[in-house]
């Protein structure tokens, strides 16, 4: 922090007036947002990044300045310290493409996300081809390419981090030389394109256009006309590689649900924009490859859920395996045949099925989740069985306590990600699960027809409705039980068939 501060005071002559630290991400590199003082010749504000590794870093300011040379939109450099641990860039607002698309997942692809979807894509084969351009490949981090072996290292963390945890028995030598055929086919064309390698929703800003009057930190649910330019960051795992690579982890990303429409109408998309920078591929070959490279993709995304749930016990990547599971079934390849044995045993198992709905008749279980502040008391039990579970969230971190997120609740995503990156509040519904499901299943033995659970907070905003919207998301799912859902401070009431 001092050293921000003082990187600061080095570049434009002033400390910061205020510092705020931004929700983490997956990496240990962590983020401020340093507010201009009054008079200051600095912008208004800048983001401030604090690394742990000097290739890392080195990587990404040195991108970062020559896809602005080729007026690509990332964010500027503005300023770096000696070691280059730490530097200062400037601030593309706190919306992401992630963040605009929240209501589309949920309800469906409306035409205005159609177009923020349709201008990202569009300037992907501009980075891929021409930030490709003059590059200095051995800046990349940790390689400057992508290689057989990036593949095995992927497909066999899919193996010990997803596989054997399913329970699935399988010939090791067997899926190893699959493995390899498949390692040996990714690689097999000449890579001449800047493979993003993380390029997903939410490293993608929506930054104002200069006519735009709002805030690049407006809420979620102001006018998408709004934040019209989409800008790259988190680039620094970027390498020389294939261009199918970034579509098909942007299209198949898990939890975006394109229907199969929209995702074909921006492959088409793409490809046609990849006619202006470079000789494209014949379409038959480049469809083949994209097949490939999802079910790639598809492998390497279960290892890291397997490993960020199964092993760090993170609900957000266990919740993710089901929507990934349903892109594996749709993308098997018998290419290889082992391994696509082994793929449809593992999208077979029980665990994998989609909830089966429980039949009680006239007498079936309604389960009742409330969120509720206890400063106005806890929710009454209307069933008149004396009230249930309630849980009380305020021994876990409170985001309510930051500016940034005192206007947000728990269904926001800024706030599921401060959430699910501090750890506390997942740790809490682990045992909140265990003795949930204990519950729900004794009662459809017994043919019990109403449970209640209500979480407690201060002010009902955020702990509460985090932990009351996932519990009910997770009692319906597993059980295909109604579950009718009450954030009673927010005036919002959900029932789940």
Not at 294 to 313: D, K, M, P, S
Not at 468 to 494: D, M, N
């Amino acid at each position: 922090m001092d050293g921000l501060k003082t990187l600061c005071r080095t570049w434009c002559g002033a400390e910061p007036n205020h510092v705020e630290r931004l929700a983490g991400a997956g990496s240990n590199r962590e983020y401020y947002r340093l507010s201009a003082p009054v008079g200051s010749t600095m912008p208004a504000t800048v983001i401030g990044c604090v690394g742990t590794s000097c290739e890392e870093n080195h990587a990404f300011i040195t991108l970062a300045r020559h896809f602005a040379e080729k007026s690509l939109p990332v964010p500027e450099i503005l300023a770096v310290s000696d070691d280059e641990l730490r530097y200062l860039q400037t601030d593309l607002g706190s919306v992401s493409l992630f963040d605009a698309l929240q209501k589309g997942r949920a309800e469906g692809y409306s035409d205005d996300d159609a177009h923020l979807l349709e201008e990202t894509i569009r300037l992907l084969p501009r980075l891929q081809i021409v930030g490709a351009e003059e590059l200095d490949w051995s800046v990349c981090y940790p390689q400057p390419s992508f290689d057989e072996q990036n593949v095995m290292f992927d497909l066999n963390y899919f193996k010990y981090c997803f596989l054997k945890p399913s329970g699935l028995d399988f010939h090791e030598l067997k899926l190893e030389a699959d493995f390899r055929r498949m390692a040996a086919d990714l690689t097999a064309s000449e890579a001449t394109g800047f493979m993003y390698r993380d390029f997903q929703a939410r490293n993608i800003m929506l930054y104002p256009s200069p006519n735009a009057k709002e805030s690049p930190s407006l809420p979620l649910h102001s006018s998408l006309t709004s934040f019209s330019t989409p800008y790259f960051i988190d680039f620094q795992g970027g390498r020389r590689g294939p261009l199918e690579y970034d579509l098909a982890s942007f299209l198949w990303q898990a939890s975006a649900h394109y229907p199969d429409t929209l995702r074909q109408h921006l492959i088409d998309i793409y490809f046609d924009e990849l006619q202006k920078y470079a000789k494209a591929p014949v379409r038959e070959e480049f469809n083949r490859r994209l097949r490939l490279f999802v079910l790639f993709r598809t492998l390497q995304v279960l290892g890291a859920y397997g490993y960020r749930g199964y092993f760090e016990r993170k609900k957000h990547f266990i919740d993710s395996i089901p929507p990934a599971i349903d892109n594996l079934r749709c993308h098997l390849s018998t290419d290889y045949p082992y391994l696509h044995d082994v793929l449809q045993q593992l999208v077979a198992l029980p665990k994998f099925q989609k909830p089966v709905s429980v039949d009680l008749n006239d007498g079936k279980l309604v389960v009742r989740v409330f969120s509720f502040s206890y400063k106005k008391g806890i929710p009454e039990d209307e069933s008149g069985n004396g009230g249930g579970y309630v849980f009380d969230c305020r021994s876990t971190h409170n985001p309510g306590r930051y500016e940034p997120y005192k206007q947000l609740t728990g269904l926001d995503e800024p706030v599921i990600r401060f959430l699910e990156d501090d750890c506390e509040i997942t740790t809490f519904l682990d045992s909140v699960y265990k003795l949930a499901d204990a519950h729900v299943e004794r009662y459809l033995e017994r043919g019990f027809t109403s449970l209640m659970f209500s979480f407690g907070c201060t002010g009902g905003q955020h702990r509460s409705v985090y932990s009351a919207q996932h519990l009910a998301e997770h009692l319906h799912r597993k059980y295909g039980i109604e579950v009718r859902l009450c954030h009673r401070e927010q005036g919002i009431s959900t029932t789940y068939k």
